[in-house]
């Protein structure tokens, strides 16, 4: 027997189960969406702060800024991306029947996409002035 096939159960051996090798990436990009996150969510908390009490016309010109734009949009991006993240690691270990895991993986994906895209989208409308 191989030295490698020690630790593997005959089981997935012979069904050619194993590791994804997908584990490490996705642990990375879960924690840098969380440093980003932190810096972005402070940035953001700060703006709401400072906009607090002003009227809708100076709430809209301060995001139309390309700096907020650019930021608020940076913030939206990491958020559900993260929270995508996040909610497949829960997804694939609480989720124990395989047909409900699958559904639940596309409907978290298609979720965070579509919320991801309509938040991003309201903010380069504001940033270019529409009304």
């Known amino acids: 027997m191989n030295?490698?096939?020690?630790?593997?159960?005959?089981?997935?051996?012979?069904?050619?189960?194993?590791?994804a090798k997908d584990g490490t990436g996705h642990w990375i990009a879960q924690r840098i969406t969380a440093v980003a996150l932190v810096f972005l969510a402070l940035?953001?908390?700060?703006?709401?702060?400072?906009?607090?009490?002003?009227?809708?016309g100076t709430v809209r010109a301060a995001i139309a800024r390309p700096f907020h734009a650019v930021a608020l949009v940076a913030f939206l991006i990491a958020m559900f991306w993260h929270a995508q993240l996040g909610l497949q690691v829960i997804?694939?270990?609480?989720?124990?029947?395989?047909?409900?895991?699958?559904?639940?993986?596309l409907?978290?994906?298609f979720i965070c996409a579509l919320?991801?895209?309509a938040s991003v989208?309201?903010?380069?409308?504001?940033?270019?002035?529409a009304v």
């Open 107 to 109: 409907a978290v994906r």
């Open 43 to 56: 940035y953001v908390l700060w703006l709401v702060v400072s906009l607090a009490g002003d009227d809708y």
């Open 115 to 117: 919320a991801a895209i």
């Open 91 to 105: 997804i694939e270990d609480y989720v124990h029947a395989h047909g409900l895991a699958i559904a639940a993986q």
């Open 3 to 19: 030295r490698s096939n020690r630790l593997r159960n005959p089981l997935k051996t012979a069904r050619g189960l194993g590791s």
């Open 121 to 129: 989208l309201a903010v380069v409308r504001i940033a270019l002035g």
